[in-house]
């Protein structure tokens, strides 16, 4: 017989498990509305902040969506190759880069209006199932 020690290293019994297969599901949802305007979903999630705050340095981006500067970069440098935002060093502190919206990534903002409203009719989850969701994944990110 089993000890309790080996069932704590049962899949089954783990929350990190299911957390990180569901968040790679509903990544993986994305993607074709996604394929359709040009963006992968962290360039996505990126473009979001800056649609909602117009603009962002690199370490605000970074401690929004909890991504490193490391990831960050290369993302940012293929969102400025596609015409999306721009980047520029600021004239105060050399280390800080300015991560500025351009006009033809805040019409992108047009194009993934509705993407959304697609996601939650692929999830199986009433109104008030995903705000208790919600409510307990920023719990854990808090």
């Known amino acids: ?16 498990f299911p957390l990180y297969a569901a968040a790679k599901s509903v990544t993986q949802k994305y993607k074709p509305y996604l394929d359709e ?5 962290t360039q996505y999630i990126v473009m979001m902040v800056l649609w909602e705050c117009g603009k962002a340095t690199v370490g605000e981006l970074g ?18 190759q596609k015409g999306s935002i721009s980047r520029e060093r600021s004239e105060k502190d050399e280390r800080i880069v300015n991560i500025t ?32 969701l919600y409510t307990l994944l920023y719990k854990i990110l808090r």
């Open 63 to 80: 401690a929004r969506l909890y991504l490193d500067s490391g990831t960050l970069t290369p993302l940012l440098k293929k969102l400025e």
């Open 37 to 41: 305007i040009g963006l992968t979903y």
């Open 101 to 132: 919206l351009t006009a033809k990534g805040l019409d992108l903002r047009g194009a993934a209006a509705d993407i959304p409203a697609k996601i939650a009719g692929c999830i199986p989850l009433t109104p008030d199932d995903a705000l208790q």
């Open 1 to 16: 017989m089993m000890s309790a020690q080996f069932d704590a290293l049962k899949l089954d019994n783990q929350l990190c």
